[in-house]
């Protein structure tokens, strides 16, 4: 019997999964959460405030609970046998070579364009191969106003690697020691924006320019290149069971 896998999506990789603006979502969740449980089981996880997220935990339905009309139109996602055989060697890439799981790495492994590493990335979403990253919503305080709040963290592991004046790319193996100073220079400079611009600070925005600053200072630290960070990739555990059989096969 197929398991089903209860998967936790933010609104922002709900609205993704399903092609559509978070503010098209939010003007009508209702009828976009209706379209959604003709194809799985929909549990909704609010926060404590009315300003704290709100998670979505999705449960695909089995065949005998889909409706027919359904079953027929979906069909699922129609696979090429190199379509295939492409994903097998990405999935075996990232979770048994360390391929760093950057588009332009991958595109290597298979021997074609980012093009085509980017519709194989959304097939594997679309099968449910590939699932969104984790997300932990952590509480926080302004030492200054003593103010508590809220914001999303993606809950993984991160690869880091620095690009080469030629180019090429480097994965960093040890990410300990870089990791944590990351997250210090990135805290430090997020703190910083907040007393620099009070009310009116952008809490998106701030992250993205404490991000760019985070790394700047990793460059000069570390002496490298142009580092950068991506999130691990978040695998079904049939599929990487699937894999992972194929591999000790092979090497048998």
Known sequence: MKQLTKTKYSTKQLCELRNIKTGTFRKNPEKYLSELKMEYTVEIEKGPNSNSPTFYHLTPLSDNEMPSALLESNGTVKLTKHSEAQIGL???AVLY????????ELAKVIGKSEGTVK????????????LPTPIKVERDFDLE????????????????????????????TDTTEVHNAYGKF????????KKKHGVHFDFKKGCGLADNHAKKQLDECFNLFSINRVVEWTINEDYAKKVSKECRHKSA
């Open 186 to 193: 990135f805290k430090s400079q997020l703190n910083h924006l």
């Open 97 to 104: 070579d360390g391929i760093v799981p950057i588009h332009k």
């Open 145 to 172: 106003t003593g103010e508590i709040y809220e914001y999303e963290r993606k809950d993984c592991y991160w690869y880091y690697y620095d690009t080469l004046p030629n180019g090429d790319i480097q994965k960093i």
């Open 90 to 92: 990405l999935l075996k």
């Open 119 to 130: 519709n194989r990335v959304k097939e594997m979403k679309e099968l449910g191969i590939l």
